[in-house]
């Protein structure tokens, strides 16, 4: 059969230059820097903090660095998995690809438990239809409704199109960026140099905040992701992707500031939310800890939005190439969205509130692995494939490529050993337990799509993942 006959969805470009900026700058910027800036200066003091967060940003960039080449190089929807046929072949592109699916769903489905906190501490939530309670957690029926509910939204306005999703984000990520240089200009206003001393403490109090910084940055790697929907130059791609990181930093730097200066460490520290009570105290009013809790909502959902972006274009990607399912690959008729790949994760989202909010915290450690192998099967794929194909069009080309690329996967080496039993961010029993779980999983859906889809010709194969355009024309 020719390729000419096979069926191959196609997403629609949809994506401006401002609607990628926001795609990854949002999705890097959670709801973790409210609960973590406090801890950030209490542990390294404000200049401590700021050193590790320009080493963890340079450190992401050199990872960075290899997306930004391989993105517009081959800018198709599943990002991580692509780059791994391309360069490493088709088991440890499956291996990529449903590790990187488990890191996005797992952050996905902590946000709404993040969500209906931050609600919480602005509307007190009735606690009305108990239900049971994990992990010192009581879990209530209301609580778990308002979670779903802002799950239900954001699936809603992804299964209609990745443009209405894309505004949303940017709506979203622009009142993130009021509020937080609301909180830098009334905190370094009201507050005072003496908050923030000393502004050093040790070299072991700064080493652990660089082990807390790889988590702050996730995110960047949901460009490759929706790379077929953005309707820009594609050397655009790899500067947005690097402008992005370098933004993150900026905006971690600035609430570093903002609250080593809006409070005395006794405030931060005895602090339910850090940002938001610091905030209070140096305004002088409760207001001003419910205008932070609103800003950092914003955060909430523009990185909720952005992993189930990332997610679902990774399982479209995989059903399109018979990795999966082929329901994973097809796109709606009038919106042009990954509908299955939606409603899978948009149930997975609107059920993981009835975890409750401590349980949760497992999924967020345990996928932050996942991404940390997708890393590290990158930069691997980015040397074979300067080595193997010199050819490939490449619009944006890394400078001493070689050396980055043997950078980026010492970095992420580094960063896997920071979770592995032995380093000093060791997972937690039920968080390995999470992983193998996903990975069991995982070998039976290998085994089922290898049976269902036995005899599949690699030309074909290469046709589904890479298209007519970017297939490589010797594979038969």
Known sequence: MSNSNIERQNLKRAMSNKDVLSLAFGTMIGWGWIMLAGAWVSTAGIAGAIIAFVIGAVLCIFVGMTYAELTPALPLAGGELVFAYRGLGYVPSWITGWMITFAYVGVASWEGPAFVTAIDYVLPIPRLGFLWNIAGFDVYLSWVLVGSAGGLILAILNYIGVKSAAIFQTVATLALALGGIVFFFGSVATGGIANALPAFTTTQGMVAVILMVPAMF????????????????????????????????????????????????????????????????????????????????????????GFIIGGTRVLFSMGRAKMLPKAFGQVHPKYNSPTVAIILVGVITCLSPLMGKSALVWFVDASAFGTVVAYFMVALSFLFLRRNEPELVRPYKVPAGPLIGILAIGVAAFFLYLYLPVGPGALLPVEWALVLGWVVLGIVLFIITQVTYKGVPRAETEFLLFGKEYARKHIV
């Open 218 to 305: 996730v995110g960047f790697d949901v460009i490759p992701q929706a790379a077929e929907e953005m309707n820009i130059p594609l050397n655009r791609i790899a500067r947005i992707l690097i402008f992005s990181i370098c933004m993150a930093a900026g905006w971690y730097i600035l609430m570093i500031i903002s609250i080593g200066f809006a409070a005395p460490a006794s405030v931060r520290d005895g602090a339910s939310v850090p940002v938001a009570d610091a905030f209070a105290y140096a305004m002088g009013s409760p207001g001003f800890g419910k205008f932070m809790i609103v800003t950092a909502m914003c955060g909430i959902l523009t990185s909720w939005n």
